[in-house]
């Protein structure tokens, strides 16, 4: 499912479309969303570097780390930071958010730390100008793409941080116009949806073709997952579930689930396992029948006879077609006569004139297919 998500991203927005759009959300009960945003910025970063991928670049809205992590993560997952400046720009909102740093820096002439970073970063101190956040953003994608039809990425690591600084109508304003961008192939972003109002995270829900949900779970005494208690000992923060919920385009909704385990390395996804001897069959909702036909029951449904079927014992397959031969008039003249003098019973007989006079409306269609 991970990978699905991956590959939404690495194909981006069909031409005249909204591009793809991808919420992360977690809770305090289970705070992993950004190890989940960081794997996608890593897999994304990945494919664009190998030119797998519809996007050429990606900018980052860094507002919940600082651009040295970044440099960071990038390091230690093996890629070239030197060259990264012609595919990746980090937006620092991170540092200085409303530029009250920069005004008490002046009189001390302290330097700025991001022009010591050995990544394109560029700082933005005004947050809550969102419109002018969006003009910041598509300046700084087309300086890594070009103003040709090539595309990039924004990947923003807190939607929350926003929301703190702006209004939920110019956040999801914000969204909206990243969306319908003529060179964005992608969105992803971050939302504690427990900091929030239910009506903050089900509008950025709406505007977002997936939403990745963080949960936890535990086992209960019937073997069953269920959600956390408020208990401390109960909760496992190395582990929980991973929900999809994905917008398709003909208007279905797929949702799927995953585990996920966070280690040293990283978070990594697999398929929902058996845990304590109990299968996933154990959380299909039970039923009162078998679903699953017997050894006998096979048997004896192999035996039955469907209707029109020729079966093959040695007798020649008659195919009527309407029409029937001398021998078989003459003897329906006979069977006829003998059944009037046996009784008073009519019957319409009807020849077909010809083989161009279409067959009568209760001949059986299907009486030609040897099936």
């Keep these: 499912m991970s990978e699905s998500i991956g590959r939404t991203l690495r194909d981006g927005a069909l031409e005249g479309e909204l591009a793809p759009t991808l919420t992360i959300k977690d809770s305090l009960s289970s705070p992993f969303a950004f ?10 970063s990945s494919r664009i570097t190998t030119q797998n ?19 960071a993560l990038l390091k230690t997952k093996g890629f070239d930071v030197a060259s990264s400046n012609n595919w990746i720009h980090i937006l620092d909102c991170y540092t200085d958010p409303l530029g009250w740093k920069e005004k008490i820096r002046k009189p001390s002439n302290v330097t700025d730390p991001s022009h010591q970073i050995p990544l394109a970063t560029s ?40 929301l703190r600084h702006a209004s939920l109508q110019s956040v999801a304003a914000l969204v909206g116009n990243l969306r319908s961008h003529e060179q964005i192939s992608c969105i992803f972003g971050l939302l504690h949806s427990d900091l929030h109002e239910e009506k ?13 949900s963080v949960d936890p779970f535990h086992h209960s005494v019937n073997g069953q997952r269920g959600y956390l208690g408020n208990s401390v000992s109960e909760q496992n923060f190395t582990k929980g579930k991973f929900n999809v919920r ?5 208007g279905r909704v797929r949702v799927t689930c995953e585990e996920f385990k966070v280690e040293l390395g990283g978070i990594s996804f697999s398929n929902v396992s058996s845990v304590d001897g109990t299968t996933t069959a154990a959380l299909v909702p039970k039923v009162q029948f078998n679903l699953q036909l017997s050894e006998k029951e096979l ?9 029109f079927e020729h079966q093959g014992n040695g007798k020649p397959i008659q195919i009527y077609d309407g029409r029937r031969s001398l021998e078989e008039s003459n003897s329906e003249t006979t069977h006829n006569s003998s059944v009037k003098k046996e009784g008073d019973i009519g019957e319409i007989i009807y020849f077909r004139d010809s083989d161009d006079e279409m067959p009568d409306s209760d001949e059986d269609p299907d009486d030609d297919l040897d099936i």
């Design 123 to 162: 700082s933005y101190k005004t947050v809550k100008d969102i419109d002018k956040l969006f003009s910041v953003i598509t300046e700084l994608g087309r300086g890594l793409v070009g103003d040709s039809k090539a595309r990039f990425s924004v990947a923003i690591d807190s939607l929350s941080e926003l």
């Design 299 to 307: 048997i004896d449904r192999a035996k039955v006879v469907l209707p």
């Design 35 to 44: 190890h989940v945003f960081s794997h996608i910025l890593l897999q994304l």
């Design 246 to 250: 994905s917008k398709r385009r003909n």
């Design 200 to 212: 903050a995270a089900a509008v950025l829900e709406y505007m977002s073709s997936m939403v990745a």
């Design 53 to 71: 991928s519809q996007s050429r670049g990606i900018v980052v809205v860094a507002l919940s780390r600082s651009p040295a992590y970044y440099i």
